[in-house]
């Protein structure tokens, strides 16, 4: 089964642009700040908000002892600050129906 194609970055716009009646420019403006936002948020407040889809979150992740796979020697993974997206429930439930 071959890869779905996923939607660009014009495309999306493209897409907005017809459902909302403005013009191109205007939607990648929006999108574009959208992004900004998110990302200035995340950083200053350690999480963000996407309305109906999830949650961007700061997650500080400790120092630890891990294995290189090649020889099997031991070797320290210094800690490190990661980004995650926790999907909201609803976005979940919408593609993936649980099997109750």
């Known amino acids: 089964m071959a890869p779905k194609k996923l939607m660009t970055?014009?495309?999306?716009?493209a897409h907005f642009a017809g459902e909302f009646e403005i013009s191109k420019k205007a939607a990648?403006?929006?999108i574009?700040?959208?992004?900004?936002?998110?990302?200035?948020?995340?950083?200053?407040?350690?999480?963000f908000v996407l309305p109906g889809i999830g949650k961007s979150v700061l997650v500080k992740r400790k120092a630890?002892?891990?294995?290189?796979?090649?020889?099997?020697?031991a070797i320290n993974i210094p800690a490190k600050t990661i980004v995650k997206i926790r999907p909201a429930k609803a976005f979940k439930e919408a593609i993936v129906p649980s099997k109750k």
């Open 64 to 73: 630890r002892t891990g294995r290189n796979p090649a020889t099997g020697e």
């Open 32 to 47: 574009d700040e959208y992004a900004a936002l998110a990302i200035a948020e995340t950083k200053k407040k350690g999480a």
């Open 9 to 13: 970055k014009g495309q999306i716009v």
């Open 28 to 30: 990648a403006c929006m």
